[in-house]
């Protein structure tokens, strides 16, 4: 039962792999204004920078890499993994040039829950245009009774939008409220979530 729990668990997020960066990359119009100066992308190498909270022992429990160079990673508390959990949280990265629109992008990946719950609800918590060249945001979805029998869930997300990709950090809690514990460590979490942009050096 294990085994099939977990290929129903990766099989599901490698829907939700290609759901996410087929709607970020249709969305028809970029931010207004949002134009950067060209730049090589072939020369440096982006990586999402996260501060993990000193007491709580995530470890990597999940990865995949596309040929692309995009991927995803799962990471679960001490104690639980991608057969039995009860937080998740997933770090995904999705290859390509265009800059989408991100609340618009937001909206796709809302609309796409709703398929498989469709009492969801979602509310953007944050635009941030500080980085020009990283504009993210973030934004929150509640699903209180799923089609398939499944726990309710609240989930987080940040989409950040880089030269080389876009950036998807999610958390994820099986239940109908986060503890007041975790909102605390997923506000400092989310807050601390950076692009980090390294050149790549040249082979003398």
């Not at 970029?30 to 134009?35: E, H, L, R």
């Not at 440096?44 to 920078?49: C, D, K, L, P, S």
């Not at 160079?69 to 991608?82: D, I, L, V």
Request: hydrophobic fraction near 40%; include cysteine; charge should be negative.
């Amino acid at each position: 039962m294990k085994t099939t729990a977990n290929v129903k668990l990766v099989t599901a997020f490698l829907i939700l792999s290609i759901m996410v960066a087929a709607s970020a990359w249709a969305i028809p119009k970029p931010d207004p204004g949002d134009t950067l100066p060209p730049v090589d992308i072939s020369k440096i190498i982006e990586r999402v920078e996260v501060e993990w909270a000193e007491d709580g022992d995530w470890s990597s429990g999940w990865f995949y890499k596309g040929e692309d160079g995009g991927y995803m990673e799962m990471f679960f508390p001490k104690g639980q993994s991608k057969d039995s959990w009860k937080e998740m949280i997933t770090i995904e990265m999705v290859a390509g040039g265009r800059r989408p629109n991100l609340p618009g992008a937001a909206r796709m990946i809302f609309r796409g829950t709703e398929q498989s719950c469709p009492d969801a609800t979602w509310e953007i918590l944050h635009k941030d245009k500080s980085d020009p060249v990283h504009q993210a945001i973030l934004f929150e979805i509640r699903c209180p009774k799923f089609i398939a029998d499944q726990p309710p869930e609240v989930q987080i997300w940040k989409l950040i939008v880089g030269r080389t990709g876009m950036f998807i950090v999610q958390y994820t809690y099986r239940g109908e409220e986060m503890p007041a514990e975790s909102q605390d460590a997923m506000k400092k979490f989310f807050d601390s979530t950076k692009i980090i942009t390294e050149n790549i050096k040249e082979e003398e």
